[in-house]
T-cell receptor, first 116, second 113 residues
Framework: EAEVAQSPRYKITEKSQAVAFWCDPI?????LYWYRQILGQGPELLVQ????????DSQLPKDRFSAERLKGVDSTLKIQPAELGDSAMYLC??????????????FGNGTRLTVT | AQSVTQLGSHVSVSEGALVLLRCNYS??????LFWYVQYPNQGLQLLLK??????LVKGINGFEAEFKKSETSFHLTKPSAHMSDAAEYFC???????????FGAGTRLTVKP
């Protein structure tokens, strides 16, 4: 079964440093999501792409976070500078195009970020 | 705006016992409801989904959930717990186009031998 690929699996960085995460969605999935999951909580949406366009980034802290999906396939999420409170699991998910009511999200295994 | 509330952050059952994980939703439009499972250091895996067809939804690993509009609930059940069911379970709600999927805080299921 096709999977959403994420890398790296684990990342330790010092505060004020830059960090980047990569995601390759399932082939043919036009919608891509980045979620942040703080330990003990449910995932919270950071940004959603439809192809290469941002659909929703209302919860993305734009002063330090950026996301891109230049060719409408893989995506990169960047944090600069990282803060201690950014320590979390960053999950990427993909689904068929919006408007497809039976298209659940398929998640990658996530990147666990620790900021020291 | 849509939201879900999962009642009970931790549930512990004995192996072979009934599993009941509670989820209540709030939505101004007909909701689509999902249950996901997460094992340690992994992403979320879809267990089952309700998309306005049958109100009793069967999923993988013997789980099922019933949509009750009058109670705004979508509780997850399994007749007999197995050790491998120990994980974190998340209820989620979205509207027609999945643009606004929202997750609950999760319920950690522990299965005792």
């Amino acid at each position: 079964e096709a999977e959403v690929a994420q890398s790296p699996r684990y990342k330790i960085t010092e505060k004020s440093q830059a960090v980047a995460f990569w995601c390759d969605p399932i082939s043919g999935h036009a919608t891509l999501y980045w979620y942040r999951q703080i330990l003990g909580q449910g995932p919270e949406l950071l940004v959603q792409f439809q192809d290469e366009s941002v659909v929703d980034d209302s919860q993305l802290p734009k002063d330090r976070f950026s996301a891109e999906r230049l060719k409408g396939v893989d995506s990169t999420l960047k944090i600069q500078p990282a803060e201690l409170g950014d320590s979390a699991m960053y999950l990427c998910a993909s689904s068929l195009a919006s408007g497809r009511t039976n298209s659940p999200l398929h998640f990658g295994n996530g990147t666990r970020l620790t900021v020291t | 705006a849509q939201s879900v509330t999962q009642l009970g952050s931790h549930v512990s059952v004995s192996e072979g016992a009934l599993v009941l994980l509670r989820c209540n939703y709030s939505s101004s439009v007909p909701p689509y409801l999902f249950w996901y499972v997460q094992y340690p250091n992994q992403g979320l895996q879809l267990l089952l989904k309700y998309t306005s067809a049958a109100t009793l939804v069967k999923g993988i690993n013997g789980f099922e959930a019933e949509f009750k509009k009058s109670e705004t609930s979508f509780h997850l059940t399994k007749p007999s717990a197995h050790m491998s069911d120990a994980a974190e379970y998340f209820c989620a709600v979205s509207s027609y186009n999945n643009n606004d999927m929202r997750f609950g805080a999760g319920t950690r299921l522990t299965v005792k031998p």
